[in-house]
């Protein structure tokens, strides 16, 4: 099976349209669904099914954010700011099908919210208000650093490890209030019990990975609401088993329900309560 970029320089140019949170919390998911469809493809042909007609991607530079001419250097205008993990698994602008100039994106492991990654976002949101219609924290499912903020959690005999770096402790302990929400959550919905299932930690990591979006995207939304940015904060986490990006374990976003991809960030810390408890009944739910 052939995968083809084509180009043709006499075909209408096609500028970028996003104008509004909308439009552009719709080319973040129709980007993801292009990614999945094509990995999805590929899957197909290495079982031996589905089609192998070639696919043609087109390409075009204006499209992919690329000077049209050479020597060209263009501003800078992403639609969206993304902070998400370092994990090597998820590259930010590929899951979301995205191109040059689409994105501002910071990549820090378990997607924390430091001092210095703060100050690039404030950088975005006052230089680049023109074209930027959306702030996202982005987690993924089996989050090395969760799992660590997890494994220090059941058994604090692991903390030594950590504790020897303060950088890495730092991260951890960042991590920790969204794993604590978590625990708290699942006893909530699933009773004193559930201490002792033998899945507990994997309950507890799958719960923590999007609670721990939250933690951040509540941070940051509270940030960005004391600068009075115009631009939402939502969030969302990318799932390896199905390759999408999600609000919530198990949701499915499409055109018509752009929540269940990205939610809007927590307003407060009751909201971030209600959500880690929903998030905890979905993570239930899918174990039964
Ligand atoms: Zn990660």
Same mark, same amino acid.
């Given at each position: ?98 191109? @040059?100039?689409? #994105?501002? /994106?910071?990549? !820090?492991? %378990?997607? $924390?919210?430091? &001092?210095?990654? =703060? ?120 799932? @390896?088993?199905? #390759?999408? /990006?999600?609000? !919530?374990? %198990?949701? $499915?976003?499409? &055109?018509?329900? =752009? ?30």
């Amino acid at each position: 099976m052939d995968v083809i970029y084509r180009y043709d320089p006499f075909a209408p140019l096609v500028p970028r349209e996003v104008t509004d949170t909308e439009s552009a919390l719709a080319r973040l998911l129709g980007g993801n669904q292009r990614f999945g469809e094509l990995v999805g493809r590929l899957q197909e042909r290495t079982m031996g099914r589905g089609s192998d007609e070639p696919l043609v991607i087109p390409m075009c530079p204006v499209a992919w954010g690329l000077p049209l001419f050479q020597g060209q250097v263009l501003s800078q205008t992403p639609f969206a700011a993304i902070l998400a993990c370092s994990d090597a698994r998820v590259p930010t602008e590929t899951i979301f099908d995205q191109w @040059f100039n689409d #994105l501002f /994106v910071l990549r !820090l492991a %378990g997607n $924390v919210l430091g &001092a210095e990654c =703060l100050g690039s976002l404030h950088y975005a949101i006052k230089h680049l208000a023109e074209s930027l219609e959306l702030v996202v924290v982005l987690g993924h499912s089996n989050c090395g650093a969760v799992q660590a903020a997890v494994s220090t959690y059941l058994s604090p005999t692991n903390f030594a490890d950590i504790a020897y770096t303060y950088s890495l402790r730092s991260l951890i302990d960042q991590i920790q209030i969204a794993v604590r929400g978590s625990a708290h959550a699942l006893h909530e919905e699933g009773g004193s019990r559930i201490r002792t299932d033998e899945k507990y930690q994997e309950l507890l990591t799958a719960t923590a990975v999007y609670v721990n979006a939250a933690v951040s995207a509540l941070e940051l939304r509270r940030e960005l609401t004391e600068r009075k940015a115009r631009q939402p904060v939502v969030f969302g986490v990318y799932d @390896f088993g199905t #390759l999408s /990006v999600k609000a !919530l374990p %198990g949701a $499915v976003g499409s &055109a018509t329900n =752009l929540a269940a991809f990205l939610g809007a960030a927590p307003a407060n810390p009751d909201e971030l309560s209600a959500y880690a408890r929903e998030v905890a009944r979905a993570v239930l739910r899918m174990n039964e």
